[in-house]
Structure formats: structure tokens, C-alpha cells
């Protein structure tokens, strides 16, 4: 054989090597069917038709390069209610174990995270929890940053689950609310987790805990999804125009 540039080797030996390589490799099972799932996604079905899993993450940093996730947590809602039965928590053993910032915020020792599980053992069981159900957090761009770096790492791909953004109801929901005046001292603070929690008088839970912050995420999230659909926003859609529109009616 004859090779001008580069021997192309036959076969099943040119599949593995090109699997070695990042740019190739054949997607992980779990996101074959994670595409799959989503590939014809129908944003128009009644909202209480779809699994929501509302989800937390804490970090070491909000470097997106350097920071790593240290612990998922994570609760699913069926029938637009909290599934108590079922939930995912899990602290993650990082690559870096020295204390950072985040330490004070989130109170997860180096101690504890020494004897957790690696990323590549938990995260594959938080993306069978996650299943076909929409991924919701607050501010959820930020775990699903986390979450997708995560997946290229250990999977080969980005997930592909829609995400809702409690914090973008939020802000949908007050300035139909407020009208006018929405944009009158409105800070990032104001949309805080806790401060909006409080102002809806919910359930309080512990904050910078990624199992409980999910738990506080879900009562936020059904809370407006209450105050949507009693304002006629009955769709998925919906919810996601809701978030650039104020149209609802009170």
C-alpha cells in the first residue's frame, strides 16, 4: 500500500482510533437517547403533562474554566407536584481538594469531598434521573454551564434537555405585576432565591445546600406556575414567552 499523506487503516481498527479521539467519539448511550428524546420537542402540550426535574448545583467557583461541581441535587415534579418519593443528591469528589471561596458559602469541606464519588460516577446516574424530563433551576444558565462542561467530560456531549429559569418567571411574573414601575430600583439581590421565597411567603430551606436549594427552587417554580396559569398560560410555551412578555391577566 501506497500512502502520499496519511495511511488510512480498514475497517473496525479506523472506528477505534477515531473513537479515541474527542472531535470522533461515538456519543455515550446516554446521550444517544437524551438526543432522542428531544429530537422533536412539543413546547405546546398542557404543562401538567411534562416531568420537571428541578435542580442545584454547588461549586467550587464561578470559574468556568478552572471550577469544577462538588454536589447535585436534585427533585422531580410529576403532575405539577413536588415527588417526594423520588430525589438525587450526591457530593462529587473534584479534581482540586483545597479550600476556595466557595467553601464559606457552601460550608463542603475538603473532608467531605475526599471520600465522595468522582465526577465520572455521578454524574452518568444524575443524567438516568434526569431522563426526558426539563431541566429547572434558578438562574439555571449557570448549572446547565456546569452541568453541559460536565457532560462533554465524562459522556462526549451537552445534554439536551430544555431548561427553565425560575429566576426569568420571576422577573415575567413582577413586571406584569408592577407594569411601569418594574424597572424602578430592581437589583439582581431582589431576585435572589431567598428574597423571592420570602416575599411569596414559601416553605424556607437551608441555603448553599444543593439538595435543599432544589427543594426551595420547587416551591418557587410551582408557586408561579400557579400565578401563570390562573393568568391563562396554560403551555410551555407559554411560560417561555412569558419570560419576555408581560401579558398575563390578573
Known sequence: MVCWAVCI?????????????????APHP????????????????????????VCDTELTGLNRRRDEIISIGAVMIRNLQIDLSTSFHSYIR???????RA?????ITPEQLEVAPPLNEVLP??????????LVGHHVALDMTFLNQAAKRVLGATLANPGVD??????????????????????????????????????????HDAFED???????FLFLLKKFRKGGLLTLKDIYQAGRVGSLRY
Do not use: C
Open 166 to 207: 425560575t429566576m426569568r418567571m420571576a422577573q415575567g411574573y413582577r413586571r406584569v405585576l408592577l407594569g411601569q414601575y418594574h424597572q424602578q430600583g430592581e437589583s439582581q439581590t431582589g431576585y435572589s432565591l431567598e428574597a423571592l421565597s420570602r416575599e411569596y411567603r414559601l416553605p424556607l430551606f437551608r441555603s
Open 94 to 100: 473534584p479534581d482540586n481538594l483545597e479550600h476556595t
Open 30 to 53: 446516554l446521550i444517544a437517547r437524551n438526543r432522542e428524546a428531544f429530537d422533536r420537542f412539543d413546547q405546546s402540550r398542557p404543562l401538567d403533562e411534562y416531568t420537571f426535574v
Open 125 to 134: 446516574a444524575f443524567v438516568e434521573f434526569l431522563g426526558t424530563s426539563l
Open 103 to 107: 467553601t464559606l458559602v457552601h460550608r
Open 9 to 25: 487503516p480498514p475497517g473496525d481498527r479506523m472506528a477505534s482510533i477515531l473513537n479515541k479521539l474527542p472531535w470522533f467519539k
Open 214 to 220: 432544589a427543594m426551595q427552587t420547587a416551591y418557587l
